[in-house]
């Protein structure tokens, strides 16, 4: 398993890191399970954790670069797509592509994570002071 840390850039006009970060993560979730299979029972609408750092406020999406994610045969990129502006088309194109030749099957969750997006391991999050120190008394 290897665990890396995505900071959610606040690169779309009037969302938040917090808000790309919720909604990357719900169209995450919507590869395995889309809207047209979605009930109102459902218990989450989320695939990863998300961390906030305690003094910047923005927020990054943990994964596990090794996890295979089970992609739905009707799933649609078209919302996940336009959460990505800074991601060359050529790139998106290729995403598109591999998600399409891949409906009902699973591909790896670090096929997701675009070359522009800054990468962090565990301790790497830690020194950018992503974990608060424990107050100790």
């Known amino acids: 398993m290897s665990t890396v840390y995505l900071p959610v ?3 779309i006009e009037n969302m938040t890191s917090a808000e790309r970060a919720e909604a990357i993560d719900r169209e995450v979730w919507r590869l395995r399970r889309p809207l047209s299979v979605q009930s109102p029972n459902d218990i ?3 695939y990863y954790p998300r961390i ?3 003094e910047t406020g923005q927020v990054a999406i943990v994964g596990d670069t090794d996890e295979q994610v089970r992609i739905h045969q009707d799933v649609d990129l078209t919302a996940m797509i336009a959460l990505m502006p800074e991601v ?3 790139e998106k194109d290729q ?3 591999y998600i399409n030749a891949n409906r009902g099957g699973t591909v790896a969750f670090s096929t997701f994570i675009p070359s522009s997006s800054t990468q962090l391991t565990q301790a790497e999050a ?3 002071g992503w974990f608060p120190a424990d107050d100790l008394v």
């Open 9 to 11: 850039e606040e690169t």
């Open 126 to 128: 830690d020194a950018a």
């Open 44 to 46: 989450t609408q989320f």
């Open 52 to 54: 906030t750092h305690p």
């Open 95 to 97: 995403l598109v592509a």
């Open 88 to 90: 060359p088309q050529v």
